[in-house]
């Protein structure tokens, strides 16, 4: 089976603290595909990353990072320094069979100045 | 820049209505996706298309049907609406010939059903 768990539903932190958002995925496949999506007020989603399962390695991109671990199938978020423009829905999803994309059920995240 | 563009923003219907959401995506894709969205749930599949009269179920497909008869437009039908059905219904679509592509979405219906 497919499936991807957003344990967290909301989170709430000061402007400026860290925030890991976590992701945990179930597949059969030894393919596949990870992604993250924020969804603003305006809903409109919109991509942020993207990483293969053959590809371990972590990234950053300015004050994001992500952390991909098959050994737990996870593929955790983290906003460093959070500003109040990064509160949203974020949404992790798995894409299998290079056909199916199936997303968690999202974290509201609100950072409050 | 990839445009997928729902023929709706709002739409109020009664119960018993054939509901029509119309999706269209202007780069050729092939894949292309319906989720509804509700709260606590997350974004849930209700059908996909690999291709031009090509449809696979989702995760929720009951009381809903896919058209696909070009590739930039793909249409999810309610037969007969219900007031469960009443939701945000998101499309996306995404190229296939990378495997690693991401999809696009739409700007989302907001369907109520009274």
Not at chain 1, 75 to 82: E, G, H, K, L, V
Not at chain 2, 26 to 54: A, C, T
Request: aromatic share 14%.
């Amino acid at each position: 089976a497919q499936k991807v768990t957003q344990a967290q539903t909301e989170i709430s932190v000061v402007e400026k603290e860290d925030v890991t958002l976590d992701c945990v995925y179930e597949t059969r496949d030894t393919t596949y595909y990870l992604f993250w999506y924020k969804q603003p007020p305006s809903g409109e989603l919109v991509f942020l990353i993207r990483r293969n399962s053959f590809d371990e390695q972590n990234e950053i991109s300015g004050r994001y990072s992500w952390n991909f671990q098959k050994s737990t199938s996870s593929f955790n978020f983290t906003i460093t320094a959070s500003q109040v423009v990064d509160s949203a829905v974020y949404f992790c999803a798995l894409l299998q069979g290079a056909q199916k994309l199936v997303f968690g059920q999202g974290t509201r995240l609100t950072i409050n100045p | 820049d990839v445009k997928v563009t729902q023929s709706s923003r709002y739409l109020v219907k009664r119960t018993g209505e054939k509901v029509f959401l119309e999706c269209v995506q202007d780069m050729d894709h092939e894949n292309m996706f319906w989720y509804r969205q509700d709260p606590g749930l997350g974004l849930r599949l209700i059908y996909f298309s690999y291709d031009v009269k090509m449809k696979e179920k989702g995760d929720i497909p009951e009381g809903y049907s896919v058209s696909r008869e070009k590739k930039e437009r793909f249409s999810l039908i309610l037969e007969s609406a219900s007031t469960n059905q009443t939701s945000m219904y998101l499309c996306a679509s995404r190229y296939t010939g990378g495997v690693d592509t991401e999809a696009f979405f739409g700007q989302g219906t907001r369907l109520t059903v009274v």
